[in-house]
């Protein structure tokens, strides 16, 4: 029975051990990624350490970096990451590159925020920003779209217009690290990107937003 129960210890210290392991691995992932691609600078001061999951209905997944097409984006995704119980958090999607990286004078273009969401349960929380899905003008080039999840400090009392997804005003010269700073969230916890360049379905999404 004693080595029984020994064996056991020395299996679950392995497989704690593993774990760490990956959990390092993929935070070092993470800030690499955020830094190579300079979404710290042009978006945040400080990578976040975990990796937020998102899925589009299209079946394609953001991944660090990974070139998807605004016809692969259009849908609300679903987003989810580890979150603590009683706890609420934001969820922003945002855009550095508006109207192009080269020059970004409409920096940033935020397409998607969330507040007061209760675990991650993103349908539950309080939509700032109704979602918008990928439009980057033709002959711009990749666009760096960014996910990031804070965790606020309680629930909050926002004072942002509420914007929906038939127009494009208040959208661009957006500052989520603004945006952080004005509600105390500190810095992102799980983040996440994709890139994306024009495609036919960016003049359907133009006309939404004229709408």
């Not at 706890?87 to 935020?110: G, K, Q």
């Not at 760096?144 to 942002?160: I, S």
Request: aromatic share 10%.
């Amino acid at each position: 029975m004693g080595r029984i129960l020994r064996f056991a210890i020395i299996l679950l210290v392995a497989a704690s051990d593993v774990n760490f392991r990956v959990q390092a691995e993929d935070s070092s992932a993470v800030a690499k990624s955020f830094q190579t691609n300079a979404i710290v600078s042009d978006v945040i001061p400080k990578a976040p350490s975990c990796l937020v999951k998102v899925k589009y209905p299209s079946g394609v997944e953001v991944k660090l970096g990974n070139e998807l097409t605004p016809t692969q984006v259009k849908d609300v995704p679903t987003v989810t990451w580890e979150a603590e119980a009683n706890s609420y958090y934001v969820l922003v999607m945002t855009d550095p590159d508006a109207p192009s990286r080269n020059e970004p004078s409409l920096r940033e273009w935020h397409h998607w925020l969330v507040g007061n969401i209760p675990g991650n349960d993103v349908a539950s929380g309080e939509t700032l920003s109704q979602y918008v899905g990928s439009g980057p003008p033709k002959g711009t080039g990749l666009h760096r779209y960014v996910f990031l999840v804070y965790k606020q400090p309680g629930k909050l009392t926002f004072d942002e217009p509420r914007l929906t997804n038939k127009s494009s005003d208040n959208r661009g010269g957006f500052s989520i690290a603004k945006f952080a700073a004005k509600y105390n969230l500190g810095d992102p916890i799980e983040g996440n990107f994709y890139q994306a360049k024009y495609d036919d379905y960016v003049p359907i999404l133009f006309k939404q937003l004229r709408a």
